[in-house]
């Protein structure tokens, strides 16, 4: 799905919702509702997928989102490898429980950059940890909340 075809599933005043897919946690960020800033919210330390995604179905819930952003890691050159893989398996098994829409965003270098503002405030190894995989779902969908409100002023 293309970022236009995301945006025009959209309602007004709907959330979107944030993944960072890591083999050990799901960072997670929601949108404020009028689509401006993503905040980062949690990180979800992954268990079984049923259980990953009863808490997300259960984040979701709690505000009205009209679609959700995951990460994809795509390699540098442009291919896709086993993470990318995993990443679009998690997605076909979580499409199966929400009728939300799902783009896939190219999240190339979100970790790489959240890391490295936050080595430059100068935060402990442990304060980074418990940070980064929610500040790169915040990243990943500030992203793509950029992309869509150039899209709808381009419209206009």
Do not use: H
Not at 16 to 26: A, M, R, S, W
Not at 110 to 128: F, Q
């Amino acid at each position: 799905m293309s970022i236009e075809e995301f945006g025009q599933l959209l309602g007004p005043g709907e959330r979107l919702i944030g993944l960072d897919l890591g083999t050990k946690t799901i960072g997670v960020a929601m949108s404020d509702a009028t689509r401006s800033i993503a905040s980062p919210r949690e990180t979800i330390r992954r268990t079984k997928f049923r259980q990953d995604a009863q808490r997300l179905l259960a984040i979701i819930a709690e505000e009205p989102v009209g679609g959700i952003v995951l990460g994809l890691p795509i390699n540098m050159n442009g291919s896709e490898g086993p993470r990318a893989q995993s990443t679009r398996a998690f997605l076909r098994n979580f499409a199966e429980l929400t009728p939300l829409p799902v783009l896939l965003w190219d999240e190339r270098l979100s970790t790489a950059a959240v890391t490295r503002t936050l080595l430059e405030a100068d935060s402990s190894r442990a304060r980074r940890a418990e940070l980064v995989d929610k500040l790169a779902a915040a990243y990943i969908l500030q992203g793509v909340l950029d992309r869509l409100r150039l899209f709808s002023r381009a419209k206009e």
